[in-house]
């Protein structure tokens, strides 16, 4: 008997570890300009694990080089003339998920394993999801420890970083792969529509408490961390849904610090024209 | 003939007309949203409509649907157009933390009563196959409305599409502007959400209008051209579901057919672009080889 052994328990695990990891990796997504980008790698994940869960192989893998598929097809279809970005992405999204359904709508128990997928389920998380979430947060933070300088630069400024000589696309391609396997590992406990949540959230919030670089990550982790675990600590007391309560939190509290910050703006800028 | 065949049955006629009428209605709107980059406005309505789904469900039945899904998507239209004036947030942040924030307040209402994963079910993929013919004058009540709305203010929202700057200069209210369009996306939604779902919605107003744009640079083509990509969409869809379904045995959800349909429909668009392009660049190379000789 471990103390692992209790739902909740793991629940609380992967909530920390998951509000940790996405509030990281925020901080690019929100940088980059890649909210909607992720959004529809959320949607388009789910043929991938769909598709995995047919053929009986592993779902994060399935998930994974779906969404792999999808980057692709985005940077071949945003290229065309007249086409952006905002497009391709828009029917990348609607096309993965769309085919998704479409494989499960072909099998039995189809609005059950649909439901579960869109919306999640962190009490259902076993201890394989919570190794596999885990490995894929030291992964990743691993990744950015290494080379998050050369990240964040070439978000702030990739004329200046193509300039000193960094390998832009090379970097470009690492910070997709890195927003894609964050997702993977999001979605079976938040569901793909509220993984978003908690990936763009913490880290815009953060982005309004300070201006300066260095404490936007511990930030966005502690927001994330903590909106997570009182999303699963109010869906336990009141029987709600814990991806959704999650996204909750994160929501109030963003709405919160954006009214905040907007009524301090105004009173400085009041005290600056007195004086 | 297998294409005409299957609406002979009622449901499939009624299910045919709805698809038919919001393929051209959202190819006309879906124009303005290729034009403007507003794809990902038009999928955080879609998703903020939500809540008002189920609290017009919760207070009224089924009748409640259509009103609260115009209330949450007007709602969501004004805070839309304040929140991507204000420059503190980036913009699709801000559209971030308004999808997921009021999707959450749908599913949180949701998951409180039984049946939920059939009612979330429905409402992201919609049940085309039992439109009611009220749904269908809802429809075209509101393409009436919609298109009259865009036809009045084409010049304007035109302007303001390619010359924002221009169109301030011109004395047009492009606050006021950018509300009317997103309020007519939100309109949109409102009429397909409950016969196709949220995800094919998204599909309906962005597909067909980049599709059209792969094959014409010209305006005046693009926007008839989405309106047929749209409703000839819908119409193979259900073909292709009904034969699956019927003649084979397999089961396709209906509504996301016809998304797979628009999204080949694109592919051969996107395609077609790129033959014509080339085609028409080795022509303008000859010319001048020609008249250089």
Known sequence: MSWLDSTVHRALVEAVLVGALGGVVGVFVVARRLPFFTMALTHATFPGIVVAALLGVNLYLG?????????????????????????????????GFALGVVLVSAQDGFTKDLAAYTVGDVLAVGTGDLVATAAVAAGVLLLLALVGKELLLAAFDPVGAAALGLPTVLLDFALLAVVEVTVVATVPALGTILAVALIVGPAATARLLT???????????AIGVACALAGVWVSTQWNVATGASIALFVGLVFGAVFLGTAVRGRVRRAAAVRA | MIVFEPFHLPFMARALVELVVLGALAGTVGVLVLLRRL???????????????????????????????????????????????????????????????????????????TGFTSDLTAFLFGRVLTVTEEQLAQTAVVTVLVV?????????????????????????????????????????????????????????????????????????????????????????????????????????????????????????????????RKVSLSRARRAVVESAA
């Open chain 1, 63 to 95: 998930g994974g080089l779906f969404g792999l598929l999808v980057v692709a097809a985005v940077l071949v279809f945003g290229r065309g003339r007249g086409q952006d970005f905002t497009t391709a992405t828009g029917i990348a999204l609607s096309g």
């Open chain 1, 211 to 221: 201006d300066r670089l260095a404490p936007l990550f511990p930030l966005a982790a």
């Open chain 2, 39 to 113: 794809a990902f406005v038009s999928d955080t309505l879609t998703h903020t409509v939500f809540p008002g789904v189920v609290i017009g469900h919760l207070m009224a039945g089924d009748g409640g649907i259509f009103w609260g899904a115009l209330a949450a998507g007007v709602v969501t239209a004004v805070l839309l157009t304040l929140l991507t004036h204000r420059r503190r947030v980036s913009e699709d942040a801000a559209l971030a933390m308004l999808l997921t924030t009021l999707f959450a307040v749908g599913v949180v209402l949701v998951s409180r009563q």
């Open chain 2, 148 to 276: 009259a709305l865009l036809a009045v203010l084409r010049r304007p929202l035109l302007l303001r599409a390619f010359d924002p700057e221009g169109a301030r200069a011109a004395g047009v209210r492009v606050g006021l502007l950018d509300l009317v369009l997103n309020v007519a996306v939100a309109l949109v939604v409102v009429a397909a959400v409950k016969a196709v779902g949220t995800v094919l919605v998204i599909a309906l107003l962005i597909v067909p209008a980049a599709a059209a744009r792969n094959l014409s640079d010209r305006l005046a083509v693009i926007v008839p051209l989405a309106c047929l990509v749209g409703a000839v969409a819908g119409w193979l869809g259900l073909v292709v579901s009904y034969e699956a379904s019927v003649g084979h045995g397999v089961r396709l959800a209906s509504g996301a057919t016809v998304v797979l349909v628009l999204v080949v429909m694109y592919g051969l668009a996107h395609a077609a672009g790129f033959v014509r």
